[in-house]
């Protein structure tokens, strides 16, 4: 999961002419993408060893997750550890586009139309904006779960267009890209509000009653003002780690569902309760449901180093602020 999400708060809408309207769209548009892929870029290496420990590889369930950070450049040399990287990239811009835009909308949307409390909307905005991203790039998550999950000398898939097709021609059609998409969305809706409520409310807190440590001038807007890298990564770290924690074995049950036939006991995935008691009872919580949590606590710091570092960049070259 998003994960795999681009945690962030909404610049104001523009309220210029159209033209310069659908400009923001675009520079948006853009900010969120880029700030993705650069984060996902950097933590791509432990994005491939957790799903291969959360959908217990073959080759490597034995190990733990330093273990395996050794074990798949030696089997598979150092490119292994970004197999199914560009499937990702491919995702991700889009993803991180989306869902940056969706939350800026359904924000403006709750707070002004509707008038709701500015962190219930912040959640329910985060949580919204996360579905709509995930809808839209589902399938290509699961096209890069499949090729990620491939161990060297045993490939089903020779790429993506590869892994598309014979996806859709095995496995049901446009239902194949789907699998596990209900737990996916599930997990997406508290992921997402909780990362953007808990960012936008410590981000909030820093600027009002600690603006002058914790803050600085926004370069193209010396009347806005900003929180300073460190404290962005801070503020990101947090949210990402109790995210992470709220929505995991949600996370689990999706990349074993994403899967399908890959895995030998796919038929005991079926379905969310299914693949959850499965888990479970094969498992247990810390080896099942949990299993590779520890490497996400990892992923989330420079994740959000990244993103928030990058998107707070491209605001700035953009104008955004």
Do not use: W
């Amino acid at each position: 999961m998003t994960s795999e999400a681009v945690v962030s708060t909404s610049p104001a809408i523009s309220s210029g002419p159209p033209a310069e309207r659908d400009y923001h769209f675009v520079r948006s548009f853009v900010a969120g993408g880029v700030a993705g892929c650069c984060a996902k870029s950097t933590i791509a290496p432990l994005d491939r060893i957790k799903i291969l420990l959360q959908a217990q590889n073959p080759h490597y369930k034995h190990l733990g997750v330093f273990a395996t950070l050794k074990a798949v450049p030696k089997k598979e040399g150092f490119l292994g550890l970004y197999k199914g990287n560009g499937a990702m990239m491919v995702r991700i811009f889009p993803y991180g586009a989306i869902q940056f835009m969706a939350f800026e909308k359904y924000n403006k949307l709750l707070g002004k139309q509707f008038g709701i409390s500015e962190h219930i909307h912040r959640l329910i905005a985060g949580s919204m904006a996360g579905l709509t991203a995930v809808i839209f790039t589902y399938p290509l998550d699961v096209i890069r779960a499949r090729l990620a999950f491939q161990v060297t000398g045993e490939h089903r898939y020779t790429g993506i267009a590869n892994a598309f097709q014979t996806i859709y021609l095995k496995e049901g059609g446009v239902s194949g890209f789907y699998r596990g998409l209900i737990p996916t969305l599930i997990g997406m809706a508290p992921y997402a509000g909780v990362s953007f409520f808990t960012f936008g409310t410590l981000k909030s807190l820093g600027l009002k009653h600690f603006p002058e440590r914790l803050g600085q001038p926004s370069s193209d807007n010396p009347d806005v003002q900003v929180l300073k890298v460190h404290v962005n990564l801070l503020c990101g770290g947090v949210a990402g780690a109790i995210a992470q924690t709220i929505s995991y074995p949600l996370d689990v049950a999706r990349r074993r569902m994403q899967l399908g036939t890959v895995l030998p006991d796919s038929e005991k995935c079926s379905s969310l309760r299914k693949t959850l008691k499965y888990v479970y009872t094969e498992f247990g919580i810390k080896k099942g449901l949990y299993r590779g949590l520890s490497l996400n606590y990892i992923r989330c710091v420079p994740s959000q180093a990244v993103a928030f570092t990058t998107y707070e960049f491209m605001k700035q070259i953009l104008h955004l602020n």
